[in-house]
């Protein structure tokens, strides 16, 4: 099937970090992510985008639930039936062969996914624009499949992979990627990556006339106003009080390029209460999800129960006073780290999450637990 594109000007709209099946603390966000889907979808239909780009972390994690799936699935045919070529690709959170599924059969129908890197550099055409499908990246993913090439950062890495690929300069290039770029402002709720993959300078995407990124939850432009990321969907933590938003964006016929940051409405906010006891519950109660930290400087009895009450989305407690500054020089400030126990470490979280000290039949258990995994002592 191919649409009929007015290529005077390629329109997009470009989201990234949906992260669906996530969890915040502990609560189910899946009501909260159909509505702000549906408010996607809904843009879509309105601008009628010659392209969506969704710059991967379409999954939280790479085991996703069914309900995860089939949100997805219900997402990608709404966005499908619209008549907008829909382009994904998988991030680091996502089951990039899973996401792959049956994609080479979909493809045709107006569907491009690319969960995982595959040793080439995908690319989709629609007009006179050309579509670069780049999955997350390590730098373990791309040695494997250029052998000769010496690769020793991730810079590296996507430097070998767009090489590999020389652009038609004649036409429009875009990309859509997943990585980390240099100078991008975290929102607080992207996961440091285990391996520690480096960020990438914007300097290696200077030939595309738009860059589609994900991975950073925080809406920006980075290195220039063609390079962009949307941030997630939903704030996805406490410390993640930015708005979010879908970009839509034009590239006229001159190259020009026009930006607009379209805010995404959510049914419950992300917000931190900050005060005593006594203000916060004189206060309203809310919906929204929200952590509260106590300035007491003694302990509110029943200050929990009191608090849940309120706020049925209550994702934390915590005081912060002169003693609970103590505890943590305690915890974190100390010289002598090589001559304490396993069993001496673990108290002392455990005494800074529980607020009590570790009990005995607590420290039995802990000490079967060290036995049977490390064969030693506590
Ligand atoms: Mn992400």
């Known amino acids: ?185 975290s929102s607080g709720s992207e996961d440091s990556i285990i391996g520690g993959e480096s960020p990438v300078p914007s300097s290696l995407f200077s030939d595309f006339d738009y860059v589609a990124l994900g991975h950073i939850h925080r809406c920006q432009p980075v290195g220039c106003a063609n390079i962009r990321y949307p941030g997630s969907m939903l704030k996805y933590s406490i410390d993640d009080a930015k708005e979010k938003f879908a970009l839509y964006g034009k590239i006229l016929d001159d190259g020009e390029l026009e930006m607009e940051e379209i805010k995404l409405e959510s049914i419950h906010d992300v917000v931190v209460l900050r005060g005593s006891f006594s203000s916060i519950v004189s206060g309203g109660s809310s919906d929204d999800y929200v952590a509260v930290v106590l300035t007491d400087e003694t302990d509110v009895p029943d200050a929990l129960p009191s608090l849940m009450g309120k706020f049925p989305r209550l994702l934390s407690m915590v005081y912060d006073n002169a003693r609970t500054r103590t505890t943590s020089d305690i915890v974190f400030v100390g010289d002598d780290e090589n001559e304490r126990t396993p069993g001496e470490y673990f108290g002392e979280l455990f005494e800074m999450i529980a607020r009590k000290k570790i009990g005995k039949s607590q420290l039995d258990v802990l000490e079967d637990a060290i036995k049977e995994i490390w064969g030693g002592d506590v």
């Open 1 to 185: 099937m191919s649409y009929f594109i007015d290529m005077d000007t390629f329109s997009f709209i470009h989201i990234s970090d949906l992260h669906i099946g996530k969890k915040l603390n502990g609560y189910d966000l899946h009501e909260d992510q159909k509505y702000v889907l549906e408010k996607i979808v809904d843009i879509v239909r309105k601008r009628k985008p010659d392209a969506v780009l969704i710059a991967g972390d379409v999954y939280d994690r790479t085991n996703p639930s069914e309900d995860a799936i089939a949100l997805l699935n219900d997402f990608l045919v709404k966005l499908q039936a619209t008549g907008s070529e829909v382009f994904v690709i998988g991030g680091n959170h996502d089951p990039g062969e899973k996401l792959s599924f049956l994609s080479n059969i979909v493809d045709g129908s107006g569907l491009h996914i690319v969960g995982k890197f595959s040793g080439k550099l995908e690319k989709r055409s629609i007009g006179n624009v050309d579509i670069y499908l780049l999955p997350y990246i390590c730098t373990c993913d791309v040695r494997r499949y250029f052998p000769d090439s010496p690769i020793e950062s991730t810079s590296d890495a996507l430097r070998v992979v767009l090489d590999s690929a020389p652009l038609d300069k004649d036409k429009i290039n875009v990309l859509v990627a997943h990585q980390a770029v240099l100078g991008a402002l």
